[in-house]
C-alpha cells in the first residue's frame, strides 16, 4: 500500500504519516514535505525515484508524471486497468494526502508583487487531488488537516479498506478544496486588471463561521459565513452577550455602515435594519443622546452603532436603556466593566470600523445573484445645486448633507427629517413617498420646527412637499429628476424655503 504526502501547510502531518506507516503503507513524498518526514525518522520514497525524473523548471514540474497519475487514476476492478499497470511497473497509490502553496497568504501580505503571487499558485497539487478524487472508490484524498484523525480511525476500523461513503466524503471535500483555491486565483486576477466593468464570472467562496439558532423566525435555519480574502463583519470579536442571532447580525451591518460614514463622533439606533435615531455630536455621549432622543419609542430593544471607542460617559448613558447590540471600533476598560454586568447585552469590537466596503454587493434572488457596485457615494456642499430663489444658510447646508447621508440607508421609499446633527423623524419602506413624509413627521412631531427634510430620490408631486412646509421643515434636498420638479420648486419659491438638487439617488430596497 502506498500514500502520497505532499503538504504546504504542515500541522500534525508527520504523527499522521507515522501511524500510516505502521499501518503498513510506504510512502511517496517531495520537496519540504520529503524533509520534514525525513528529519522525523520516517522513510521517505523520492517522487524523482518513482517517476525516473528529476525535478524541472524549479519545481514547476514534478509531479506530473504518468507513473504518478497512473498510480492515481486506475481503476482497481478494471482488469485492463490493472493489467496497463503490471505493463508499464506503475504501482497504485491509496492516499494521497496533499494541500495546497499558500495563494491565499501569499496575496494577503501587504505590497505582495505579481510574480510572487503567480509563483504561488499550486499545479501539480490541484492534479492530483482532483485525479484522487475522481478515483475516490479506490484511493482516500485528504486535504485538511482536521481529517487525520478521522481517517486513522477509519483505517483501523476497515482493516485499511475504508468505506465508499468515507471516501466520498472525503472526495468531495477535496473537490471543494480546488474550487475554492482557483476562485480565489480568479478573483485576485480579476482584481489585478483594471478594467471597471463586472466580471463575467463570479466565484464567491463561503466558509461556515458558526450555526445560528434559526434565522429570521424561529421555524427557519441558518448559518453565518465569511466571505474569502475579503474583511467584514466575520472578523468581529463578540466580548459579552448572548450568541449572535441571524437578525442581530443583520442589524449589526447597518449600526456600523452608517456610523461609519461620519468622521466625527457618531451614533445610530438601528430596529429591523433601519435607522429610528442617529446623531453627531461633539462626544460619543452627546451623539448617543440625541440619537435616542429622536425616537425613544422604537428605540428600544435596539442595535446602536458607535464609531468611535466607547467611552465610560457614552457606556453609561447607553446603560440607562434596553439595547440588544452595541456595535463599536473598541471599549474602554471602564465602560466594559460597566456593560458587562448587563450579562445578556451583546458587545460587539469590530477592530477595523473605517474598512472600506467590497467593490461588490451581492444578492440571492432563486437562480441566480444580482450583482452591483456598492452605494458609497457622498454628496458633499459644492457638489449642491440650489435650484429655488432661497439659498441655505451654512446650518441648513450642514443639515443638509447629514440627512442626506442618513436616507442612504433607509429602506425606499426614504424620508428623513433632522435638525442639528440629529435624526428627527424617519419614514421607511413605503408603497408612497407622500405616506413616507407623512410618517416622518409624525416621527419627528414639535422638534420639527425648523428641520430638514430629505428624499432619496425625487418628489413625483408637490404633495409632499406642501405638507412638510406646513409642519414646519424649513429647507429640502432630493435628487431631482422628476417631470413635476417645477411644481416643487414653485411650492418652495412661495414660502421662501431653499431646496436643493444632489443628482444622485440612493434607493434601497
Known amino acids: 500500500m502506498r500514500a502520497l504526502v505532499s503538504v504546504s501547510d504542515k500541522t500534525g502531518i508527520v504523527p499522521f504519516v507515522k501511524e500510516l506507516v505502521s499501518l503498513g503503507y510506504e510512502v511517496i513524498s517531495t520537496g519540504g514535505t520529503s524533509k520534514a518526514l525525513k528529519e522525523s525518522g520516517v522513510a521517505v520514497i523520492p517522487v524523482s525515484d518513482v517517476t525516473g525524473f528529476p525535478e524541472i523548471l524549479d519545481g514547476r514540474v514534478k509531479t506530473l508524471h504518468p507513473k504518478i497519475h497512473g498510480g492515481l487514476l486506475a481503476k482497481r476492478d478494471n482488469k485492463e486497468h490493472v493489467e496497463t499497470l503490471k505493463e508499464h511497473n ?48 479506490s484511493i482516500c484524498v485528504v486535504v485538511e488537516p482536521s481529517d487525520y484523525d478521522s481517517v486513522i480511525v477509519e483505517l483501523k476500523k476497515t482493516n485499511n479498506k475504508p468505506t465508499k461513503e468515507f471516501k466520498k466524503q472525503l472526495a468531495q471535500k477535496a473537490f471543494s478544496h480546488t474550487a475554492r483555491y482557483d476562485s480565489l486565483i480568479s478573483g485576485y486576477l480579476k482584481d489585478a486588471d483594471n478594467e471597471n466593468s463586472l466580471p463575467e464570472t463570479i466565484c464567491p467562496i463561503l466558509t461556515k463561521e458558526s450555526d445560528l439558532r434559526y434565522g429570521e ?5 441558518a448559518s453565518f459565513y465569511s466571505l474569502a480574502n475579503e474583511k467584514g463583519l466575520p472578523d468581529l470579536e463578540q466580548l459579552n452577550g448572548k450568541e449572535l442571532s441571524y437578525n442581530n447580525i443583520i442589524d449589526i451591518e447597518a449600526a456600523w455602515r452608517i456610523s461609519k460614514e461620519f468622521e466625527i463622533p457618531a451614533a445610530v439606533i438601528i430596529k429591523h435594519n433601519n435607522p429610528c435615531g442617529a446623531a453627531i455630536g461633539d462626544s460619543l455621549k452627546e451623539a448617543f443622546e440625541k440619537a435616542w432622543a429622536g425616537d425613544p419609542i422604537s428605540a428600544f430593544g435596539s ?3 458607535i464609531n468611535r471607542a466607547v467611552d465610560l460617559a457614552t457606556a453609561e448613558a447607553i446603560s440607562q436603556y434596553f439595547v440588544e447590540v ?27 470600523y473605517f474598512m472600506d466596503l467590497p467593490e461588490l454587493g451581492l444578492r440571492h434572488v432563486p437562480g441566480g445573484i444580482l450583482v452591483q457596485s456598492q452605494d458609497t457615494k457622498k454628496v458633499v456642499a459644492a457638489e449642491l445645486d440650489q435650484i429655488t430663489s432661497e439659498k441655505p444658510t451654512q446650518k441648513q447646508i450642514n443639515d443638509l448633507l447629514f440627512a442626506f447621508a442618513m ?24 408603497m408612497s ?35 412638510a412646509i406646513e409642519a414646519g421643515v424649513t429647507a429640502f434636498i432630493q435628487p431631482g429628476g422628476s417631470k413635476r420638479d417645477q411644481e416643487s420648486i414653485d411650492v418652495c419659491n412661495d414660502n421662501n424655503i431653499p431646496m436643493v438638487y444632489t443628482g444622485v439617488r440612493h434607493f434601497k430596497h
Open 217 to 221: 423566525n424561529p421555524h427557519q435555519k
Open 303 to 305: 442595535i446602536v452603532g
Open 326 to 352: 452595541i456595535v463599536a471600533p473598541d471599549f474602554d476598560s471602564e465602560a466594559l466593566e460597566l456593560l458587562t454586568k448587563k450579562k445578556a447585552l451583546r458587545l460587539i469590537k469590530l477592530a477595523d
Open 407 to 430: 436616507v442612504k440607508h433607509v429602506k425606499s421609499n426614504a424620508i428623513l427629517i433632522a435638525k442639528d446633527g440629529q435624526v428627527l423623524g424617519v419614514g421607511a419602506g413605503q
Open 433 to 467: 413617498r407622500v405616506e413616507a413624509v407623512e410618517i416622518a413627521i409624525k416621527k419627528a412631531g414639535e422638534n420639527i420646527k425648523g428641520a430638514v427634510l430629505a428624499s432619496d430620490a425625487f418628489f413625483p408631486f408637490k404633495d409632499s412637499v406642501e405638507f
Open 90 to 137: 506503475i504501482a497504485p497509490i491509496d492516499i494521497v494526502v496533499i494541500n495546497l502553496y499558500p495563494f491565499e497568504k501569499t496575496i494577503a501580505k501587504p505590497n505582495v508583487s505579481f510574480d510572487e503571487a503567480i509563483e504561488n499558485i499550486d499545479i501539480g497539487g490541484p492534479t492530483m487531488i482532483r485525479s484522487a478524487a475522481k478515483n475516490h472508490e
